[in-house]
């Protein structure tokens, strides 16, 4: 490389992908992403295939409800140490070991399960998976957030976007290739195929097995005011006269359940009000389009064949790219700067669908539309990931996050339910064009979250 080049900032920072950990998340966010279209997609097929109900698959569709509330257990991964495990790998090491053990086991139960001779015990296995695959989501979050600092955040949520989605693709397309692959009886349900690519699936969950026994276990940086608050606490508690056990339960109650919230209010005061605001409306384009994206393209006329190749291609290509570009984005311009250009392009990029609308059946528009609202889309997540990142105390990041993301997603997915009613009343024009407008008040959370975190800091990072 010329000498040039070798030191030009955009190049050096490009060398965030190659750091170790940065690496790993590539592995850790294909373990994450493997089991979620098993309990719902895929699984759906199979049992659609095996003359199971479409009622009662609807019903199974709410084992992923799970993921909805990992916030109710994600105290026990922040403050719970697992015998032997903890000792020997660690606490975030120690809890992605067991969920991930126990999402192949489950995967393994699933395999050798027939829906049409046993469906309680399918859905156990269904529901063990979900349960232990939102056990590692909250361990390797807060594995994340305490391996390295805010700036290298973007690139990690990158790596782990990127390995999500290949994970993705391979429980959907993959597990269904599988399954075909080995079916010899077109004409009449046979669950070995379906066994052979369950089995497989399973065997997959070594990659993540293999990185969390390899990955070093990240040091915890504790504030100060954090360990004198949680002793004032006890202090407080012990003189009420409370036995030990007693005394012990109570204040682990409080470290672990009722100090996250305790902490992000004393911290930010008000302006926890700003945040949260930003937090929970911050993805509100994107989730709400997103919810009418296929009905749309079913009635412009594209077909099930054609919708799939360019989601999963072009798609998850831009997808991709745009998650990368996010992560050298917040290393080069800061967290707040592409925070407000990912909420701009978001919004922007929905306005496309407003011009699909008028072009109809157009493969070339519809290429265009879906990778240029993919891209964007990448750029967003990489900075909202590492924006949420920096506002979690590595004394409670598992608790702390998993309520970010819970927030995340309660306003757009209510509001989203209202979706259909609008386009009914309104047509897609002008539904689009409200995606799009209903993204500029985050633009203004953006700017106003900036200014405060400035006059906070001292230092001059605007969007």
């Given at each position: ?17 190659t ?15 493997l ?24 019903h ?18 922040d ?13 975030r ?6 969920s ?13 399960t ?13 529901l063990?998976v ?17 391996a ?6 973007g690139a ?17 397309a ?17 669950v070995?195929p ?8 399973a065997?997959?969950m ?7 026994l ?7 940086k ?10 004032h ?24 359940v ?6 992000f ?23 709400v ?6 009905p ?10 054609e ?85 979690v105390n ?8 998993a ?11 209510f509001?989203?339910?209202f ?9 897609w024009?002008t ?17 106003l ?6 006059a906070?800091s001292?230092k001059?990072?605007?969007?």
């Amino acid at each position: 490389m010329p000498p040039a080049l070798a030191g030009h900032p955009w190049l050096n920072a490009l060398k965030v992908y190659t750091h170790p950990r940065v690496v790993g998340m590539l592995f850790l966010g294909f373990s994450a992403g493997l089991p979620l279209l098993l309990v719902l997609g895929t699984l759906s097929f199979w049992l659609s295939e095996a003359g199971i109900a479409r009622a009662t698959i609807g019903h199974l569709s709410w084992v992923g409800l799970a993921y909805g509330f990992k916030f109710l257990w994600s105290p026990l991964v922040d403050r719970l140490p697992l015998p032997f495990l903890t000792a020997r790998l660690g606490k975030r090491r120690a809890w992605l070991l067991l969920s991930q053990v126990c999402i192949a086991a489950a995967l393994l139960g699933m395999a050798n399960t027939d829906p049409v001779l046993n469906l309680t015990h399918m859905v156990f296995f269904a529901l063990a998976v979900a349960f232990a695959s939102a056990t590692q989501d909250i361990a390797l979050d807060a594995y994340r957030i305490e391996a390295v600092e805010t700036e290298k955040q973007g690139a990690m949520a990158a790596t782990y976007q990127a390995g999500y989605r290949i994970a993705m693709i391979t429980a959907g397309a993959g597990a269904l290739w599988i399954a075909a692959s080995v079916d010899t009886t077109t004409a009449a349900y046979d669950v070995h195929p379906w066994q052979v690519a369950y089995t497989v699936m399973a065997a997959l969950m070594a990659v993540g097995i293999l990185t969390t026994l390899t990955i070093r276990e990240p040091e915890k940086k504790i504030p100060h005011t954090t360990s004198e608050r949680e002793l004032h606490a006890r202090a407080k508690f012990a003189s009420l006269g409370l036995s030990d056990g007693l005394l012990n339960a109570t204040a682990w109650f409080y470290d672990a359940v009722l100090s996250p919230f305790v902490d992000f209010i004393q911290r930010y005061k008000w302006q926890a009000l700003l945040m949260l605001a930003l937090i929970a409306l911050y993805r509100i384009s994107d989730v709400v389009m997103g919810v009418m994206s296929n009905p749309f393209y079913q009635e412009m006329g594209f077909t099930k064949d054609e919708v799939a190749t360019v989601s999963k291609v072009f798609g998850v290509i831009m997808t991709i790219a745009g998650a990368g570009l996010g992560g050298l984005l917040t290393m080069r311009l800061g967290v707040m700067r592409t925070l407000f250009l990912g909420a701009l392009l978001s919004a922007a990029t929905n306005l496309l669908f407003v011009w699909l609308a008028g072009r109809g059946h157009d493969m070339g528009a519809l290429v265009f539309t879906v990778s240029a609202d993919n891209l964007s889309a990448g750029i967003a997540s990489s900075a909202f990931v590492a924006y949420l990142s920096g506002l979690v105390n590595q004394a409670y990041s598992a608790t702390q996050y998993a309520l970010f993301t819970s927030v995340m997603l309660l306003l757009p997915k209510f509001i989203a339910g209202f979706s259909g009613e609008f386009v009914d009343a309104y047509g897609w024009a002008t539904f689009f064009t409200g995606t799009a407008l209903i993204g500029v008040p985050v633009l203004v959370l953006v700017w106003l979250v900036a200014r405060e975190r400035e006059a906070g800091s001292g230092k001059r990072e605007k969007p």
